[in-house]
């Protein structure tokens, strides 16, 4: 599949697959999964050139999902729904080898992460989906955030970037809740997925990365 459907698919495929799936029961913090019995079933990969490679393995002590890309762009999607009001915060951990070299969250041919985390925003009008892209980045700006190269309905937005922390285990707290007024304009609806994927198909090159469990809060807990 061509990769400059990347960043349309990534939030349209799985639209008409999580409408209709029962929320989750209200709670402080829902982990998405925990890897203690390999990958859950709610987990579905989309290939959109080639097959990254998702295991769960352990690394430095704690059970974590490792991606290896070669020249390759698949997903892996969590079915989840859920309301950003009543959850605004999602926390994760990660980490990667190194950044790569050729990636470029501006234009077309750089449009590859070590790795990335999506928030997915279904539609009934599947041209209305929207997503976060929450990504560790080769040159842009830590905290910037930019349209992606293919589409304006999918924001990139700079969590990490460059070199200094690959190889260290780096965690995360965003409120998606405020990141989408700030980049969209507007308040959000329901979530329906949340996704990670490590790609490499527009640069050719090779990135690692491992993620750690995804928790969606109600509030802060560092």
């Known amino acids: 599949m061509k990769s400059f459907l990347k960043p349309i698919l990534a939030v349209l495929l799985i639209t008409a697959t999580v409408f209709g799936r029962v929320p989750f029961a209200l709670a402080r913090e829902i982990v998405l999964d925990t890897y203690e019995k390999g990958l859950s079933d709610q987990w579905e990969q989309k290939s959109f050139k080639g097959e990254t490679r998702y295991e769960v393995t352990v690394k430095d002590g704690q059970r974590c999902i490792k991606a290896t890309s070669k020249s390759s762009?698949?997903?892996?999607?969590?079915k989840i729904k859920y309301d950003p009001r009543k959850y605004p915060l999602i926390q994760w951990r990660w980490k990667i080898s190194r950044v790569l070299a050729k990636g470029?969250?501006?234009?077309?041919?750089?449009?590859?992460?070590?790795?990335?985390?999506?928030?997915?925003?279904?539609?009934?009008?599947?041209?209305?989906?929207?997503?976060?892209?929450?990504?560790?980045?080769?040159?842009?700006?830590?905290?910037?955030?930019?349209?992606?190269?293919?589409?304006?309905?999918?924001?990139?937005?700079?969590?990490?970037?460059?070199?200094?922390?690959?190889?260290?285990?780096?965690?995360?707290?965003?409120?998606?809740?405020?990141?989408?007024?700030?980049?969209?304009k507007k308040d959000p609806p329901r979530i329906g997925a949340v996704a990670i994927m490590t790609d490499t198909d527009n640069t050719g090159e090779e990135a690692t990365a491992w993620y750690g469990p995804i928790r969606v809060r109600g509030e802060r807990s560092d």
Do not use: C
């Not at 762009?73 to 969590?78: I, R």
């Not at 590859?112 to 985390?117: C, H, S, V």
């Not at 041209?127 to 830590?142: D, M, S």
């Not at 990139?156 to 969209?184: P, Q």
């Open 104 to 184: 470029n969250a501006l234009r077309k041919e750089g449009d590859d992460y070590a790795a990335r985390l999506y928030v997915v925003f279904p539609s009934t009008f599947f041209w209305r989906t929207k997503a976060i892209n929450y990504v560790w980045a080769n040159t842009l700006p830590k905290g910037k955030a930019v349209p992606n190269p293919f589409t304006g309905n999918a924001i990139m937005i700079a969590v990490e970037s460059g070199n200094d922390l690959a190889g260290k285990w780096v965690r995360e707290t965003r409120n998606v809740l405020d990141d989408y007024r700030k980049v969209f």
């Open 73 to 78: 762009a698949s997903a892996l999607y969590y």
